[in-house]
């Protein structure tokens, strides 16, 4: 028996003409299930897109991280001078610099003018001194400097070391909640999608009966019979794949020039820019994995119905 | 080529379409089946086609046991017999070519080949003309002719026809038989189920009855068409 030509090369063609054909025949069917992808797809984008824009913002702050170290508000001299030897024999504390308690009231009513008067009627300077040094992102994850935060935090005078990458790590598991949260209601849906472009299939292949009985009389393979409905569902993944991105891109530039950039500080995490390529790729990806399993799932409990 | 042992084939308790049919068909030979309305004909043509299985006995078609044949080769002994069903079973919704050339497309001729032996198979049941008409644009005969031209354009080596002049004038029926002829004269084994009693007696070929799901009577070739091998129905 000549298995090698079970589907000749020249079958692939026709595959995706017939494919092409039937979705154009069904058109509203087709719609459904595009839709269906497409909408997954688009929620699953949406949050990949907050999570790749959040973690352009943590690297963008890792990159500059900055321990703050706030004295006592009675810290004397001595104690100010003890701290800033400290700092100079550790070279892991890199380029420091003395923030006084005048500076950081300035520093405060330069930041927040609204509250100026507030600040004018207290009385006295509530913002205690503070050396701010800058160290690398990688010492983050050192035990010797965390050793020698723990030696600092003991220094008489030392009211409180503050890390920059404390709230950095928060915003980074953020990230990872958004990333499993979309992969869970993006998968969920994809899984509700791949089952309706099954159904769809399934109807299709019902309204095809006949056909499909006359091409197993005249010698058509299953694999000759099931390629244009495997097609037909990779195709219909693929379209809702691309209107997902479509729609996403289309959205995500809306609100960037509806949204004025300095009204808030959430704009600067939500468009620092769009999906990377890799990310447009498995969207799309992800449409045609899903439409090729629903078709496979209802062309292959079909043929063997009819085995 | 074609062999029956003891063929029993039964829908259910109160229903046997064939009861001990055994019957040899040589390569080469044109054959009619012949009998009245439910007498198992069709029955005998499924099971040939390997449509159905049969209840007790065993078929071996072009050396194939039928009752051993795994599924998967099924599609590839199928392509080795031309079948003209009774009622046609053209795809409705392809054209007149597209009809013939699917069956080309399966067995893997090459796209740019399929005009020219969709339109020799057209040209062959005088069709040519109605390359692009679809099946429902045709009438019951020019049908007939069409699903002659698909089971003739891969050369098959059994051609298997179940009522082909069923919907057709004597001569054009006589036409029909005359490309049949031509298919055995080519190689093909011919297998033909009519109850056309005229025809068949005008063939002088070789003839299996069936009646109640039985053989009743197995008539030779005569033997002037036994030497002849061809030459055909009276006409042409």
């Not at chain 1, 058509?220 to 195709?235: D, H, K």
């Not at chain 1, 620092?272 to 990806?285: S, T």
């Not at chain 2, 062959?124 to 045709?138: D, E, F, G, I, R």
């Not at chain 2, 029909?176 to 002088?204: K, Q």
Request: aromatic content about 10%.
């Amino acid at each position: 028996m000549r298995r090698d030509a079970e589907v000749p090369r020249s079958t692939i063609g026709w595959f995706f003409r017939e494919a092409v054909r039937r979705i154009w025949v069904s058109k509203r069917t087709s719609f459904v299930a595009v839709a269906m992808i497409a909408i997954s797809l688009l929620i699953l984008g949406s949050f990949l897109l907050l999570s790749e824009n959040l973690e352009r913002a943590v690297t963008r702050w890792q990159g500059s991280s900055r321990v703050t170290i706030y004295l006592d508000a009675d810290a004397t001299p001595s104690q100010t001078h003890d701290v800033d030897a400290f700092l100079a024999a550790h070279r892991d504390f890199g380029r420091r610099r003395l923030v006084t308690k005048e500076e950081a009231l300035t520093r405060f009513k330069s930041y927040f003018t609204n509250l100026n008067e507030v600040v004018g009627e207290l009385d006295e300077n509530p913002f205690p001194a503070s050396f701010e040094c800058n160290v690398t992102p990688r010492l983050a994850q050192s035990s010797v400097f965390a050793r020698e935060v723990g030696e600092l935090r003991a220094i008489a005078g030392v009211d409180q070391v503050q890390l920059d990458w404390d709230w950095v790590r928060r915003l980074r598991r953020l990230v990872d909640v958004i990333n499993v949260a979309g992969f869970v209601a993006g998968g969920i849906l994809a899984i509700a999608a791949a089952f309706t472009i099954a159904n769809v299939i399934r109807l299709t292949m019902m309204l095809y009966r006949e056909e499909i009985e006359i091409m197993r009389l005249v010698g058509a393979t299953e694999r000759i019979i099931r390629g244009p409905f495997l097609i037909e569902g990779l195709l219909q993944g693929t379209i809702g794949g691309i209107f997902a991105v479509g729609l996403l891109f289309a959205s995500y530039e809306i609100a960037r020039r509806l949204i004025p950039p300095a009204s808030s500080l959430l704009w600067g995490f939500l468009f620092a820019g769009f999906l990377p390529w890799q990310k447009i790729v498995g969207l799309v990806a992800g449409g045609m994995v899903a439409g090729w399993l629903g078709s496979w799932i209802s062309v292959r409990e079909r043929t063997e119905e009819s085995a | 080529m074609i062999h029956f042992y003891h063929v029993t084939k039964r829908f259910d308790r109160y229903s046997t379409a064939l009861h001990d049919v055994t019957f040899h068909i040589d390569k080469g030979e044109f054959v009619f089946l012949t009998g009245p309305s439910g007498a198992g004909k069709s029955t005998l043509l499924k099971l040939i086609l390997r449509q159905m299985k049969p209840t007790d006995g065993q078929i071996v078609v072009n050396g194939r046991n039928l009752n051993a044949m795994r599924r998967a080769h099924l599609p590839f002994f199928r392509r080795e017999i031309g079948m003209v069903f009774q009622d046609f079973k053209l795809i409705e919704r392809m054209t007149v070519f597209e009809n013939l050339s699917f069956i080309l497309t399966i067995i893997g001729v090459p796209p740019k080949e399929h005009k020219k032996k969709a339109y020799g198979a057209l040209r062959t049941v005088s069709l040519h003309h109605k390359l692009n008409a679809y099946p429902p644009q045709l009438s019951g005969g020019e049908q007939q002719r069409v699903a002659v031209a698909r089971a003739l354009i891969n050369d098959p080596l059994v051609l298997i026809a179940d009522e082909p002049t069923g919907n057709l004038d004597p001569d054009l029926s006589a036409e029909i038989l005359e490309i049949f002829a031509d298919a055995n004269l080519r190689g093909s084994t011919v297998l033909i189920a009519t109850h056309d009693r005229e025809l068949i007696t005008r063939s002088g070929r070789r003839v299996i009855a069936l009646d109640h799901g039985r053989i009743t009577d197995e008539k030779p070739a005569a033997p002037e068409r036994a030497a002849r091998a061809g030459g055909l129905f009276g006409i042409g």
